[in-house]
């Protein structure tokens, strides 16, 4: 159905705009899932694992599909021509290596994957560059240097698909020690791989010539113009011919997502109190990654939208750490 | 009953104070409105105010987008885009925007057309109404036209961009028709169409598919249309509320970009000239180097403004001297989408076509210079050539710059400054800014200034019928 919204025109008069054409032939997603798996547990409760797989496909998925500007409107219009796949594993293990009075030790590892696809647009290849026919629900298309290693040549560059919004595998490891019931270290890993961010803070940078890493490369085109430089030199660091996908780089990381330590002090040592603890909380305290950017996991806008995911306007997640007294009376 | 009285007074007293003061506690804003409720004469004009507002939402970002990309205003801030198209270059994705919100402007206005001929019954032939959205649609197309190297329309192939003027002359050619039989109440209208008409005109004769003796017969019917002034312009409109001009952001709000470097700053240096009006609102300290890239001595505030936006005496990237333009000076100015001046200077670049009629040239410069308050040039003997960039205050004086070229170069220029319309001159002309390097940072350009721009990526990858496009690179 056709809608209006209401907005102000000229001198501030009522106005009514085309907010969307509507589609009145849309009708319902229609999904279909397999899922199984099984829990265990085993050796007294020391060990359990819970594994999951999951199989969605979804006929008929609503695709928000943008019609060439040329047609008139900038809205997307929502259509049932779509067939989306959704499929992965997830899987739990814990592990009680040590249950004694002086040293009680939990190790907790998961696993997941996930793999969506694009498996069918109707008449469409794409519906907006996010949404590509063949790759993941929220991608990063834009053109790739396909000569990128050719000194002295001009850039060769093709439309194609730079990375994924959405990581494929996600990988957790902790493990808590509570040594006589009173001194506790926990400590989670993570890692995430199979996805990319772009780093438009650095694409924006280098367009003002402010980015240190592209000093080099922008002082040697300003001397000898593209002769001893690289088509990946150029469309990554030279104003005027910076590419956007250029600063599309892998987002893997593995992070020390926690690590906190925490005592509990006997029970009679402050009179009046019932118990006291201190703890010492740190969050993300370490990582390691190739991307360049802030942080792999920092984006402008979120991901909720299905759109591509990247740097610009944000802050990097900050390393917090934590000093708590808990005190019971 | 103490407390009951404490709990309930209150929202008592407030409920009897809105009955007092008429409130009928009505929602007034009704979120999406749907449109089988669109459908009264009493909401049409408020779905042409829509078309209006469509149109007025991307003129702005428009014009804005080629007075950087050409020599009106130098890029004094930190945008990225004001980086790049400073120094000439313009990419597939920058020529999105406009692209979209152009077509999405003629688009409603033809949606909207559809709706008054449901609504109105015929009457819709006669009423300001469909005058006004013929002409804002007409306008779409004419800044498509002037902006694109390649057009395209309805998901078709790229055509040349000559088929926007014609689309734009068919809409102002209906919009003059109906102007004309709704009588009084549309006279704005029927002046602008006019105005219009032969903006089209002027298009087809620079595009070959029309002629220039048609352009200037157009022009001058404009000017011979009943109620016309000189000062006459149909306006893009923008308001405290509603829309604020893009040029007083950037400029007055901001300094993203300014003046300094420019051939307004040369024309109003050199006689004052109000047409290319600006305020210095910095001013280097070191004046040694005519260009000074680096800026050793600093910049200092002249006094001259008060603006508190990110630093009103330089420019926003923290390096330069921002000379403020003052023609946008109010968030609420309005950019002449076509006036009775830019039909003198048709008229004047027509008479230069074939052999030049150099009197009749200089007669429709001057008559817009005396309606200035500027004095009357001398007409040239010569065509010359265009004004050598960069400008100088001497190069651009009367004395200096008077062969015919040179002249309707700084002319036009100066009468329609900053409305969007320099690109295209700049392209037209091959001019010497577009294959000149330099510019206030770094000195630098690309090899070739963008002089018209590319055909938008998103109707690259969206249009299959731009599949192996030419125009799509």
């Known amino acids: 159905m056709k809608i209006y919204e209401a907005t102000q025109a000229d001198e501030v008069v009522p106005a009514l705009i085309i907010g969307n054409l509507g589609n009145a032939d849309l009708g319902p997603e229609v999904s279909t899932e397999l899922e199984m798996g099984f829990e265990a547990s085993m050796l007294d409760g020391r060990m359990s694992i819970d594994f999951t797989k999951y199989d969605q496909t979804t006929r008929d998925a609503l695709i928000g599909v943008q019609e060439a500007p040329s047609f008139g409107t900038e809205e997307a219009t929502l259509r049932n021509l779509g067939e989306t796949t959704n499929k992965g594993y997830e899987a739990i293990l814990n592990v009680s290596p040590v249950r004694s009075d002086f040293l009680d030790w939990n190790v907790n590892f998961s696993y997941s994957s996930n793999e969506s696809e694009i498996t069918d647009l109707g008449p469409l290849q794409n519906a907006g560059g996010n949404l590509q026919l063949g790759f993941p629900i929220g991608v990063e298309y834009d053109p790739v240097v396909m000569n990128p290693t050719a000194v002295g040549q001009a850039e060769d560059t093709e439309l194609a698909v730079l990375g994924v919004v959405f990581p494929q595998e996600i990988i957790a490891l902790g493990t808590r020690m509570t040594f006589s019931q009173a001194l506790t270290l926990d400590v989670l890993f993570e890692s995430q791989v199979g996805h990319s961010r772009t780093i438009g803070i650095g694409w924006a940078t280098a367009r003002r010539e402010t980015w240190p890493h592209c000093f080099g490369i922008q002082n040697e085109f300003n001397a000898n113009g593209r002769t001893n430089l690289t088509p990946n030199q150029v469309v990554t660091c030279v104003p005027g011919k910076i590419d956007w996908g250029a600063w599309t780089q892998d987002a893997d990381f593995i992070k020390l997502r926690s690590a906190s330590l925490s005592y509990r002090l006997p029970d009679d040592l402050i009179p009046g109190t019932r118990s006291v603890s201190l703890s010492l909380q740190g969050k993300n305290l370490w990582q390691t990654t190739d991307y360049q950017g802030l942080d792999p996991e920092a984006t402008d806008r979120g991901l909720d939208r299905g759109e591509y995911a990247f740097e610009y306007y944000n802050m990097a997640p900050p390393r917090i750490l934590i000093l708590n007294m808990q005190v019971n009376f | 009953m103490r407390n009951w009285t404490r709990r309930a007074g209150l929202p008592a007293v407030a409920a009897f104070a809105v009955v007092l003061s008429g409130c009928d506690l009505e929602v007034l804003n009704p979120g999406a409105i749907q449109d089988a409720d669109v459908v009264t004469p009493e909401l049409m004009p408020v779905l042409v105010a829509g078309a209006s507002a469509e149109y007025n939402d991307v003129q702005d970002n428009y014009a804005f987008d080629i007075a950087r990309l050409s020599d009106e205003l130098a890029g004094t801030g930190s945008y990225g885009s004001t980086q790049d198209f400073r120094t000439g270059f313009y990419t597939d994705q920058d020529a999105e925007g406009d692209w979209e919100q152009m077509h999405e402007a003629a688009w409603a206005a033809g949606q909207a057309w559809t709706r008054l001929q449901e609504v109105l019954g015929g009457s819709e032939s006669s009423s300001v109404l469909g005058a006004r959205l ?340």
Not at chain 2, 323 to 338: K, L, M, T
Not at chain 2, 374 to 385: E, F, K, Q, S, V
Not at chain 2, 395 to 412: G, H, K, Q
Not at chain 2, 461 to 470: E, F
């Open chain 2, 134 to 473: 013929f002409v804002y649609q007409g306008h779409a197309y004419m800044r498509l036209g002037e902006a694109y190297c390649k057009v395209a329309f309805d998901i078709g192939p790229s055509e040349p961009r000559a088929n926007a003027f014609a689309r734009a002359k068919a809409s102002f050619d209906q919009a003059y028709t109906i102007a004309s039989a709704a009588g009084s109440g549309a006279d704005q209208w029927r002046l602008a169409a006019k105005l219009g008409q032969a903006q089209a005109e002027f298009g087809m004769a620079v595009e070959g598919t029309g002629s220039w003796a048609t352009a200037s017969a157009a022009a001058a019917a404009a000017i011979a249309e009943p109620g016309m002034t000189i000062d006459f312009s149909d306006d893009a409109i923008y308001a405290q509320g509603a829309n604020t001009n893009l040029f007083w952001i950037e400029t007055w709000n901001r300094a993203e970009v300014g003046v300094y470097r420019t051939l307004a700053q040369a024309m109003y240096e050199n006689e004052t000239d109000p047409r290319t009006k600006f305020t210095k609102c910095g001013e280097w300290n070191d004046l040694a180097s005519a260009y000074p890239d680096n800026i050793p001595g600093g910049v200092t505030k002249t006094g001259n403004c008060d603006g508190d936006g990110s630093g009103a005496h330089q420019g926003a990237d923290g390096d330069h001297a921002h000379y403020r333009q003052d023609i946008y000076d109010d968030r609420g100015s309005d950019i002449p989408r076509a006036s009775a001046i830019e039909m003198y200077m048709i008229m004047a670049e027509a008479a230069l076509q074939g052999t030049p009629d150099y009197a009749t040239f200089i007669g429709h410069i001057n008559t817009v210079r005396a309606h200035h308050g500027l004095a009357a040039l001398a007409a040239p003997t010569a065509m010359g050539n265009f004004l050598q960039w960069p400008y100088t205050a001497d190069d651009v004086t009367d004395a200096n710059a008077s062969t015919a070229n040179a002249i309707l170069d700084r002319e036009r220029y100066a009468n329609l400054w900053m409305q969007g319309k320099r690109l295209y001159d700049l392209e037209r002309w091959n001019h010497p800014f577009l294959t000149s390097d330099g510019w206030i940072t770094g000195s630098t350009s690309v090899a070739d200034r963008v002089s018209c721009f590319p055909m938008p990526r998103n109707e690259c990858q969206l249009n299959p019928n731009m599949a192996g496009d030419p125009a799509c690179g």
